[in-house]
């Protein structure tokens, strides 16, 4: 009977998590999350500290994904939004700053990581965290955060121009790579990749670019067959690689949807 009650708890919480459309309602939720901890370890139920930490974790992500999107709309104050000597520029409404709704610098650099986690990965993570220790701590999250922020650039920015040569635009780069944004425009202005303008109501023809794509591969595939000796230098055939190996798995995802539909799946 009270794994059932932990159970429904654990389910109106992460309910209501995804309801919460409002920072203080998800802040509330971290704050409760925390307090079920604390009285889980002392009562020494292992269930429970699994559920709480785990739900704390999913409350501070939420409230890191809050706050990445409000910098970039203009809704919290940061340092590009303040003046010389950190005074904020003048103007008629002044952004909320992070001790306006009560964190500290630290909680949101905490938070914004966790958010900054691919879905994939921030899931694997969960499960690993519950079955190695029994709990789904901070540190051990933001460890793995740290993982995925030490991807070899080069790897990244290959990954990004293949998204950019399948149609897919600034916003649709971003939540495909777990990053802000501004990163993805970061990341391209460096690498001087264009993302062409798509109009408003204008789908992606997919249908197109596959076609377009295996027509182009097909051309690729009979010029390195016509390939012998190679003289490229070291720097040049580590960059080449990483665009090949994001190229493929590209490819192998194509490969498996093209199969399925010829299977009539």
């Not at 309801?19 to 604390?38: G, K, L, P, Q």
């Not at 409350?59 to 409000?70: D, I, S």
Request: neutral net charge.
């Amino acid at each position: 009977m009270e794994r059932l009650v932990q159970l429904i708890r654990y389910e109106a919480a992460r309910a209501a998590l995804d309801a919460a459309v409002m920072f203080d309602e998800v802040t509330a939720i971290i704050d409760a999350a925390e307090r079920a901890s604390v009285y889980a370890k002392q009562a020494n139920d292992n269930d429970l500290i699994e559920k709480a930490t785990e739900i704390r974790v999913r409350a501070q992500r939420k409230a890191g994904e809050m706050l990445t999107k409000a910098a970039e709309q203009g809704m919290r104050a940061t340092k590009e939004s303040h003046g010389r000597g950190g005074q904020v520029a003048a103007c008629d409404q002044t952004p909320p700053t992070l001790a306006d709704i009560g964190l500290t610098k630290s909680q949101s650099s905490r938070y914004q990581q966790l958010a900054a986690m691919p879905d994939e990965h921030f899931e694997t993570a969960v499960a690993t965290a519950k079955a190695t220790a029994g709990e789904v701590t901070t540190a051990f999250m933001l460890r793995e955060a740290k993982n995925v922020a030490k991807r070899p650039r080069a790897e990244r920015v290959a990954e990004i121009r293949a998204l950019v040569n399948g149609g897919h635009n600034v916003e649709q780069i971003a939540e495909a790579q777990g990053v802000g944004v501004r990163t993805v425009q970061e990341i391209l202005n460096a690498a001087d990749i264009k993302v062409p303008i798509q109009r408003r109501g204008r789908p992606i023809d997919s249908d197109k670019i596959v076609r377009e794509s295996v027509a182009a591969l097909s051309g690729i595939a009979q010029g390195l067959n016509l390939a012998r000796g190679l003289s490229i230098d070291a720097n040049e055939a580590s960059e080449l690689l990483a665009d090949l190996r994001a190229s493929m798995k590209a490819l192998r995802t194509l490969d498996s949807n093209l199969k399925e539909i010829a299977n009539g799946k």
